[in-house]
């Protein structure tokens, strides 16, 4: 009988034991009553106090703010030997407080002892050493390693927020409106090569089509900066007989299997010459980059310096107006048979007769290609020759002012729109040369040409791309010395 009711009893025992094991008021996890109660009304009064409860919209994370300068960290490569005049460029474009960046040297310099603050340039660093590496190059620098780790050695400084790395020479100018732009576009949680092939057909023909050359700036995403960073040093030793860095990491970029994403906006400008051709006929993209200004004549010939010529550039339409800087408009005067073509903040061409878009947006060959020859096979894009009869020559006008003005808009309200208001002026005198053309010559009668244009920011954020901007065709005004034109 004890053997049957141990049978029996036994396994309703069991069962109540774990009953009691799982119920929450014997549990030993279970907060006390005032602890329970605190949370409770810790839960209640957050919930009450939530932008939900308030009828606001959620607080975005940091992650999800747009990007702008403060995601983007510049990495420049630059050698100690050259840096007294080089950091003069550098001073042109950067904002100091508001952009983040090293100036990378390979040993100090007097401004490396100084707050960037006070310099108005970016904080300076020292390359690691890179005698470890090989390079059996004849023909070129070892720098060139050192150079390459940037991106590398920027990464590992674990600064917060970074989501674009940044890189670029010494003398490569960024227009940093037109960059955050750019890159506002990708995901930088993706593995991201941004950048543009040289200007050269040679060049990339030595290199790669698929390189984003340097000094025309590239920018790595954060993403595949870290997968950089893990493998760049083993990659280096496997390509010891390159040439540079940007080929470096085009290497490196091949084996984590990233292609370019090409933007036509970056420039290496491996040109020599006048950059006329290149910035009057700019690509319907926002200007990004320019470098190799050492290699260029001034950006308006008139100014005093390359650098005061790149300070009128920066000061006035790139401040006033930064999405449109460089961006061509066509117009046509008909009751003069003129066309006109405007790279707003930089120049104004007048050429005699109607030429269509077609032409007038294929740059003139007012430089010579790297290697110093005037061959027209030798660049990456389309050009055209610059006409050799004077007749036929355009007549060109630098910009020389700008400014932003109020207008009213509606007498009635008194409403007001502003406007950029940029002056260009014919840098060279009147040629004493008579043309037996019916059309008037534009070197005779037009000393100035006046641009009156709305500002747009948002014009590379559109859904659909722009287009080059509207310049109906127009009657000039009887006073001929003076050319007014406003763009829609």
């Given amino acids: 009988l004890c053997g049957f009711l141990l049978y029996v009893l036994l396994p309703v025992l069991a069962v109540y034991v774990v009953a009691l094991a799982l119920s929450p008021l014997y549990s030993g996890s279970c907060p006390p009553a005032d602890d329970a109660s605190n949370a409770v009304q810790a839960r209640l009064a957050a919930d009450a106090g939530s932008p939900a409860r308030r009828g606001g919209k959620p607080k975005p994370s940091a992650d999800a703010a747009p990007t702008g300068l403060r995601h983007i960290l510049f990495g420049i490569g630059a050698s100690s030997s050259m840096w007294k005049s080089r950091r003069e460029y550098i001073r042109v474009w950067w904002r100091p407080g508001k952009m983040r960046g090293f100036v990378w040297l390979?040993?100090?310099?007097?401004e490396y002892y100084s707050r960037n603050s006070s310099t108005g340039?970016?904080?300076?660093?020292?390359?690691?050493?890179?005698?470890e590496f090989p390079y059996t190059h004849g023909a070129g620098s070892r720098s060139a390693l050192r150079i390459s780790r940037i991106v590398s050695e920027s990464y590992r400084l674990g600064?917060?927020?970074?989501?674009?790395?940044?890189?670029?020479?010494?003398?490569?100018?960024?227009?940093?409106?037109?960059?955050?732009?750019?890159?506002?576009?990708?995901d930088h949680t993706q593995p991201y090569y941004i950048g543009n092939p040289s200007e050269s057909h040679i060049q990339n023909l030595i290199f790669s089509y698929g390189m984003a050359f340097g000094g025309?700036?590239?920018?790595?995403?954060r993403a595949l900066a870290a997968q950089l960073a893990r493998m760049q040093d083993g990659c280096m030793h496997r390509y010891p007989a390159l040439y540079g860095s940007d080929d470096r990491i085009h290497a490196c970029m091949s084996e984590l299997g990233v292609p370019l994403t090409r933007?036509?906006?970056f420039h290496q400008c491996d040109i020599w010459g006048d950059v006329l051709g290149l910035l009057g006929s700019h690509p319907v993209v926002p200007l990004v980059t320019l470098h190799h200004f050492d290699f260029l004549q001034p950006v308006f010939p008139a100014a005093r310096?390359?650098?005061a010529a790149l300070r009128r550039l920066f000061d006035g339409p790139a401040r006033l107006d930064p999405a449109a800087v460089a961006q061509q408009s066509v117009c046509y005067d008909r009751e003069k048979q003129w066309t006109v073509s405007v790279s707003w903040g930089f120049a104004v061409v007048v050429v005699r007769g109607v030429v269509s878009p077609r032409e007038m947006e294929t740059p003139m060959r007012t430089f010579l290609n790297w290697y110093k020859r005037a061959d027209y096979t030798a660049y990456s894009f389309n050009t055209r020759p610059v006409a050799r009869n004077h007749c036929q020559r355009p007549q060109v006008y630098y910009m020389r002012r700008s400014r932003m003005e109020r207008r009213v808009r509606r007498r009635r309200t008194n409403a007001t729109l502003e406007t950029t208001v940029t002056e260009y002026e014919r840098h060279t005198p009147a040629p004493n040369v008579t043309c037996r053309w019916r059309i008037p010559d534009p070197a005779g009668l037009l000393d100035r040409v006046v641009i009156v244009k709305k500002p747009d920011p948002d014009l590379w954020k559109r859904v659909h791309p722009p287009t080059t901007h509207a310049c109906p065709s127009f009657h000039s005004?009887?006073?001929?010395?003076s050319f007014p034109i406003e763009l829609v």
């Fill in 159 to 186: 600064l917060p927020g970074v989501r674009w790395f940044v890189m670029g020479d010494d003398d490569t100018v960024f227009f940093p409106d037109n960059l955050v732009d750019v890159l506002s576009r990708y």
């Fill in 216 to 221: 025309g700036g590239f920018a790595i995403s």
């Fill in 121 to 131: 340039l970016p904080a300076l660093k020292i390359s690691a050493d890179t005698s």
């Fill in 477 to 481: 005004i009887p006073s001929w010395h």
């Fill in 106 to 110: 390979d040993k100090p310099v007097p």
């Fill in 263 to 265: 933007h036509l906006g």
């Fill in 305 to 307: 310096s390359r650098t």
